[in-house]
């Protein structure tokens, strides 16, 4: 079923789970569930991501984007898709859009010994030499991203009656990407129509944000209303990715969702965030669960295909591959 989405100010969202992750998976299992089939969105609060952590990496990534323009062009890999370092203003357009969005930023990936059966997939990190300590926060924080995303994992499981380790072997060396991102300020010189971030889903299985806190996230819901997502300090939102919708049959959503622009004192300063979208390994099979009714109203392509052919396919059309 397809909505027309109404531009009208958004309202807050109502209704969306915002859980303890410190507490029993079992107890919020379902909560979490019923946010992902309703909204394809939630709120995870005790992630177990240290504060002084994500402060280290909050000050890191605005000392990197703070380099001039040709230092932090030098780490743009030509013809690498975007995959690992600097992607610049002006690159990234969401799937069907005319215009670019208004961001730059860095990936990270996944560190694997050039033996390694998947090493072909991931290409190797580099790291900004003008930034101390940069290679050692982000490593660190990449490996708490991926412990907290297992968790919701591992509750998302018990919610769709698997075994609660279902999804470990699905995402061991996967292909996730943490991106560090900047909204600079808007300028008068920014084309018309441009937002932030412009209307997508989020191509991979489960999407883990912090530094959403500063109003501008918005979801498009079922009815075709933009909804402002409200999120505690510190707290993380997770979504649904076009990965594990497929997976699931279209049960779980994967949502479209925006970042739009600020007015006032908002326009005139940065915004910065830092996404972590946790991928399946590259040569895991997605085809739908035996246990997952398809749902009625959302279309989703059910034909097997590989998470890497998927997320190839899907970069092409957001101009990244």
């Known amino acids: 079923m397809t909505h027309t989405p109404t531009d009208t100010a958004a309202r807050t969202t109502a ?27 939630a709120i995870v609060r005790d992630h177990g991501i240290p504060q002084e952590l994500i402060a280290k990496a909050e000050a890191a990534s ?19 898709g975007g995959a690992r370092g600097y992607t610049p203003f002006g690159t990234e357009k969401a799937k069907d859009a005319q215009i670019f969005d208004l961001k730059e930023f860095w990936h990270i990936g996944r ?11 991931m290409a190797p990190n580099v790291w900004p030499e003008e930034v101390e300590g ?25 919610h769709l ?38 209307a997508h889903g989020d191509i991979n299985t489960i999407t883990l944000l912090l530094g959403a ?28 990715g076009d990965m594990l919708e497929r997976l699931t049959g279209g049960a779980l959503r994967s949502t479209t969702h925006r970042v739009v622009n600020p007015s006032g004192e908002a326009a005139r300063r940065s915004r910065y965030s830092m996404p972590f979208f946790l991928h399946f390994r590259p040569d895991y099979l997605i085809e739908p669960l035996p246990s997952c009714a398809p749902a009625g109203d959302v279309e989703v392509d059910l034909a097997p295909i590989t998470a890497h052919d998927f997320l190839q396919q899907r970069l092409r059309e957001i101009n990244l591959a």
């Open 15 to 41: 209704g969306i789970a915002s859980v303890s992750l410190a507490k029993p998976l079992e107890d919020i299992a379902d909560q979490l569930g019923n946010s992902f089939a309703e909204f394809g969105f």
């Open 213 to 240: 806190e500063e109003a501008g996230l918005e979801l498009l819901s079922k009815s075709g209303e933009w909804l402002a997502v409200d999120v505690p300090e510190g707290a993380l939102v997770i979504n649904v």
């Open 62 to 80: 605005k000392a990197f984007f703070a380099l001039p323009d040709e230092v932090k062009r030098a780490y743009k890999i030509e013809g690498g």
């Open 161 to 198: 009656g698997l075994d609660r380790n279902f999804f470990d072997p699905t995402i061991e060396d996967g292909n996730s990407v943490m991106r560090l991102l900047h909204y600079p300020p808007l300028g008068e010189d920014a084309p018309e129509g441009a937002i932030r971030a412009a």
């Open 134 to 158: 940069f290679r050692e926060t982000f490593s660190e924080l990449y490996a708490a991203f991926e412990h907290a995303g297992g968790r919701v994992l591992e509750a998302i499981a018990l």
């Open 111 to 121: 560190s694997l010994d050039a033996g390694h059966p998947l090493a072909e997939y």
